[in-house]
């Protein structure tokens, strides 16, 4: 699909030295997709802000209870993966 899309001489330029004018659209494409999913990132961690409770989740009060609760959570995932390559 075509668009006509208006833009300042030092952004064109500025594209241009860098992806080379035979790739305007493309670097155009990649960069607009690349705000998109910046943009729906942010709108999903809005959304979910504060969904979770610290009183429901002792475990990450300190970065020592989160490293803690990673190491244990692996270390049970692994022990599942074990079981099921086994068995």
């Given at each position: 699909m075509?668009?006509?899309?208006?833009l300042?001489?030092?952004?064109?330029?500025?594209?241009?030295?860098?992806?080379?004018?035979?790739?305007?659209?493309?670097?155009?494409?990649?960069?607009?997709?690349?705000?998109?999913?910046?943009?729906?990132?942010?709108?999903?961690?809005?959304?979910?802000?504060?969904?979770?409770?610290?009183?429901?989740h002792?475990?990450?009060n300190?970065?020592?209870?989160?490293?803690?609760?990673?190491?244990?959570?692996?270390?049970?995932?692994?022990?599942?993966?074990?079981?099921?390559?086994?068995?």
């Open positions: 075509r668009m006509h899309v208006i300042p001489e030092d952004l064109v330029k500025a594209v241009d030295d860098l992806a080379g004018k035979g790739k305007r659209s493309r670097f155009v494409e990649e960069a607009v997709r690349e705000k998109l999913r910046k943009e729906n990132l942010l709108s999903a961690l809005a959304e979910t802000a504060g969904s979770l409770s610290a009183e429901d002792p475990h990450w300190t970065k020592e209870d989160v490293a803690s609760w990673v190491r244990e959570s692996r270390r049970q995932s692994d022990e599942r993966l074990n079981r099921l390559h086994r068995g």
